[in-house]
């Protein structure tokens, strides 16, 4: 049987940039749990792609990450910037995604559209 990677171990060298690998759990309401393993220097966005995998969610816009009651809110950061903590937990957090256009009249009047879908044209608004 192999011996599991010690932390000093996990720590590599590619391409000049240090990893620094770190085990979270994602859970969701349902109360499934879901170990991942990813750098800790790595982008928010790379984690929202791996629980959209792992929990068959269709897009990151139907998805909110929260880590200590905290909305992970910004895609560029990186895990570790964004607050998380090894063996934290994430709690996910599903949304009914709508998308929406606001039209701005020349009176400076917001009218705010929400039954469109990424074909919708101009004509039909």
């Known amino acids: 049987a ?6 000093k171990e996990e720590l ?3 391409g000049g940039a240090e990893l620094e ?3 979270l759990i994602v859970s969701n309401v349902a109360g499934k749990k879901v ?17 959209r995998e792992a929990f068959e969610v269709k897009s990151s816009e139907e998805m909110r990450l929260f ?3 905290k909305l992970i809110t910004d895609d560029a950061k990186s895990i570790r910037d ?4 090894e063996m934290g937990t994430i ?4 949304t009914k995604y709508k998308p929406s256009v606001t039209i ?22």
């Not at 964004?82 to 903590?85: D, F, M, P, R, Y």
């Not at 705010?112 to 608004?125: A, R």
């Open 2 to 7: 192999k011996k599991p990677a010690t932390k």
């Open 12 to 14: 590599m060298l590619i």
């Open 21 to 23: 690998m770190m085990t």
């Open 35 to 51: 170990p991942v393993r990813i750098d800790g220097n790595a982008k928010v966005s790379a984690l929202k792609a791996i629980v």
């Open 67 to 69: 880590s200590s009651g």
């Open 82 to 85: 964004s607050g998380v903590k």
């Open 91 to 94: 709690q996910l957090l599903l």
């Open 104 to 125: 701005l009249t020349l009176e400076g009047f917001g009218i705010l559209l929400t039954d469109v879908t990424g074909s919708t044209t101009i004509e039909e608004i």
